[in-house]
C-alpha cells in the first residue's frame, strides 16, 4: 500500500510539469509561418489568424515568411518544430493534398508529421471564357469541348497548381479533353486569357473577379458548395448540373505533430470565435475567401478524402510527379 502511494506520488510529481506547461500556454510569442509568399490568399488568412489569436489569447503572435517549393520549405519547418504550441503554420490545401500527389520526395509526412487544427476558408474557383467563346452556360461549354476534343485551351498557373488540377478534374468529371497550356504564375495566364491566346481558366475569384464584372471575361460557374458574393449571378457547378467538380482548395492552420490536445482546442476555439465577427469574415470575403470553419475529426476526416481525391486524379490524368 505504501509502495504504491509512493508511486503514485511520483507519477504527480512527473506530471505536474506538463499540467502546468499547459495551463500556462501561451506565455511567450507565438510564430506563425506561412510558406508562401507575401500578398497570397494565404497571406491574408495567416494575418487574420495572427490578429485573432492575438486578440483571443491576449500573447503577441508573429507571421514568419517561409515561401518557396510551393510551400514545402515552410511546412518542412513546422513539421520539424518542437510541439509545443508556438510554432504554427497556415497554408492551403497545395502543401497538404497537391504535393503528397505530386511530389516524389517531401521533407515532411503531410498525415502523421502534423495536427490538423482548422480549416479557416476556401478560396473559390471560377470558370471564365474569353468572351470569343460562343458559350453562355456550363453546359454549353461542356457541349462545345465535346464537340472540339483537344482544341479547347485553358490557362494555368503552372503545372500541378490548383488551377491545372482544377481543369483535369474538370474534363475529368465532364468526359471532356481540353488543351492544358501552362504559364509562369496566373499573372501572365489571366493576360493571354484576356486577350483572348487561350479560351479558358479555372481561375481564383479574387483574380478573375474584375474581369468579369467588367464584361473582359464570361463567367461560367464557381466550383464551390455555395455562391460567392464577389461575383453573386453566377451559379456553382452543382446548380448548373454538373455536381463533384469542386477542388479542394482551402485555407488551413496546422500545428507539429504531438502538439497538446488542450492547445489545439484552445486554438481552434479562438479562430472559431473570430471568424463568427462579421468584420473578420468581411475581410476575408473582400479578399475572395470564403470563411469556413472546421476543426477536429471533421477537418481530418476531409484532409483524408481530399489527398485520396487528388491522388486518384494524378493517376486517373497521368500527371507527371515532380
Known sequence: MHRRSATAALLALGLAPLAVHAQAWPARTIRIINPFPPGSPVDVVSRSVALALEGGLKQSVIVDYKAGAGGTIGAGEVARAPAD???????????????????????????????????????????????????NTLAEFVQYAKANPGKVSYASSGPGTILHLSGELFAHKTGTQLLHVPYKGAVPASTDLLGGQVQAMFDSISNAAPQVRAGKLKALA??????????????????????????????????????????????ATTLQQALAQPDVASKLMQSGITPAFMAGDAFRAKLAADQKLVADLVTVAKVPQQ
Open 222 to 267: 464557381v466550383l464551390t458548395p455555395e455562391r460567392t458574393p464577389l461575383l453573386p449571378g453566377v451559379p456553382t457547378a452543382d446548380e448548373a448540373g454538373f455536381p463533384g467538380l469542386d477542388f479542394p482548395a482551402w485555407l488551413g492552420v496546422f500545428a507539429p505533430a504531438g502538439t497538446p490536445n488542450d492547445i489545439v482546442q484552445k486554438i
Open 85 to 135: 504550441g508556438y510554432t504554427l503554420l497556415v497554408t492551403s490545401s497545395s502543401t497538404h493534398v497537391i504535393a503528397p500527389a505530386l511530389r516524389r520526395q517531401l521533407p515532411y509526412d503531410a498525415t502523421k508529421d502534423f495536427v490538423p487544427v482548422a480549416m479557416i476558408g476556401y478560396g473559390p474557383t471560377v470558370i471564365v471564357v474569353h468572351p470569343s467563346v460562343p458559350v
